[in-house]
């Protein structure tokens, strides 16, 4: 059974191109190596209706666990809070516990000479605003909690958009829950081709696919004409390492046998 | 009028985290830059009913444009124009002048070489095959065409996955169409903002914003504790770009004032 994963990322810089999403690379690139099902991405603007419409729809496919990346912080522009609120029909509310973590955070400030402000404001306050229900995440790197609650068999779990505090609370809080729920091992490999072209490798790809419906191999043209390669890239989840990895190296082999055999050239991938 | 954009990016490398995803960030930054205005990224795997049931949420929507990028090429995982007929209910069709360019690019790399097939095999054919009513858009560095079609008020297009083909695509097809529908111009600009912590700055831009409400401000806390600053980022479209560039000038001067007299610095971004 895999763990299907969805994943929402939040903000207006994602979609001016201000700011490149590498929190969706690297979420992508962890959920898939702790064996989990990455199915869709989502990106949407910094506005409550957005964000509610985005949940919606990722619920009603029913995914183990939806994440949350970015609008936690305690500006007007961090509203994912209030989209997951507006999405569930939860009223938002002070979490005590949440409250004692921003708390905590203000007092360090206030003893470092970091912050002015000795009382805890509406602004630190709103970051322990959490929808009815929900739990905070200890952020070990930042003010704003994560936070994790359930709608009806899905998982949500929101975390802050800077990168340091999400992939804190990430490997803290994240990544075991996927490993236990998943139980499958990923691996992937790469082989180069020369000499042959994508129209060509083609029905190659179809045939070893066939015989090894299990893995799956995607062709990725690089370079121009005249200097043109192909990887082809070999991913499949099994039990253990040891025996998805013997798949790909079949698949590889097999595949290796029919490019030489119509002209092409192969090697092993460097990256 | 805003010319809503959607944009659905199609393959299962950027969902196991083996691609960064650069051409959203590209499509994003050019289609801001042409005073248009992305509303969603979505990605999907390479699966004819996920890309479909994408399709089908973004129309929903009513974006004046939707586009496609990935998945046009001639291997069995190549299955966006799938997505779209399934998504539309139209059939594919070979398209004569699709074909003819597919021909064209075949004859080319027959001319220089680089193919041993001298017929046009169903995988070049397959790159032909658009849904009913699809126009082809010239690929200039290429083989498989772009893919222009319009469905109620939304206008699709479809462009290649490969980096250097899906700009030349875009900036030939695309970007005139983008210019002409939004007739605005979209102008942004930074100030880094020191010792003044986020939930400080808060209030501060709600009153900027306030007064000024065309103007978005929006703040990305940088660094640790200590050696922390925010940057402020301000955004807007106007009719013309020394109207956008204006009024941001005098939400940066209102800014400028309020954190000063509140005990932070100011100073102008060099990114």
Known sequence: MQAAVELI???NELLIGKTLNTNAHWIAKRVTALGGSLRRITTVPDDVEEIASSIREALRRKPWLLMMVGGL???HDDKTLQGVAEALSRPLKV???ALEMVREKHRELLEK???LQREL???REKMARLPQGAEPLSNPVGTAPGVMLREENTLILCLPGVPSEMKAIFDEAVAGLITEKAQVQFREE???VKKVLEPELSPIIDEVMRVYPQVYIKSHPYGEEGHYHIELHFSTSAKTGGEALERIRKAEEMVTELVKKSGGEIQRSEG
């Open 9 to 11: 990322t939040v903000g």
């Open 73 to 75: 912080g305690p500006t």
């Open 95 to 97: 979490n005590s516990q």
């Open 113 to 115: 000479g970091l912050t």
């Open 121 to 123: 404001t509406s602004e």
């Open 190 to 192: 790469s082989l180069i």
